[in-house]
């Protein structure tokens, strides 16, 4: 049996992402979203219009997604409830945020200098992603502009950087999914993943066939590590 319900919020578990970008000023902001997916080396994150993030992002073009794993739920908690703008937006006022300039500090997280971009990378979060900014997508536009509170952003990834820890031994460019263990959030609650749960016919596909364009041009040999 089903029952018709009408919940307030729709947050079936998605993977934490702390965006790194960088202020009028060239300090940092960092902020946890877990509206995300990736399709190829393109990321579609969802966020609200009035966050820092949004303006820092529209301005600079670019930002880190860096991606924790459950290790960091602390840190990342201690990221709720902040924003980098200040005054604070009514609308968050409401929910109990506050202002905090050093969002890095505050969380206990180390920020590290990026290859390409100038948002920071998270020295913490096992998966930092480098990207660019590609194209903005108003929610609920078609209601009339001033009901637009959130937007959609594409991001191309420039550069992928993971730890060691969560790498394949047999292959340096594939992430093995036994060891990444993603932090998600549900219905505004910190959770793992479990196990795997049964063979996958997906997984028959190499993972080669899903390389684009895009993925080569944000690799990197070995060489110009160097
Ligand atoms: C676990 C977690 C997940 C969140 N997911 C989102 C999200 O997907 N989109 C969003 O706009 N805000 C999300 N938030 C709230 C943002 O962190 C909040 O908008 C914050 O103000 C962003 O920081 P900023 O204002 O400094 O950019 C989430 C917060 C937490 C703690």
Redesign the pocket.
Known sequence: MHQISNPSIL?FG?P?VL?G?TNVDDTF????????FWLGYRCM????AH??????ILRTRECVLNLPSVEQVEA??R???????NPV?AG?KLKG?TY?AD?FGRAGLTPLESTIVSAPRVLECPVQLEAAFVAIHPFAAETGIENIR?VTLELKILRVHLDDSIVSRENPDHVDPEKWRPLI?SF?Q?YGLGGQLHPSKLASVPERLYRTRDTESAGISHLDLN
């Open positions: 947050y998605t934490v965006v970008t902001n960092l902020a946890p979203i877990s509206s995300a994150i969802g966020i609200a966050s820092k993030t949004t303006e820092n990342v908690d990221l709720a409830l902040l924003t980098g703008s937006p968050k945020y905090e969002k959130s959030m505004q910190f």
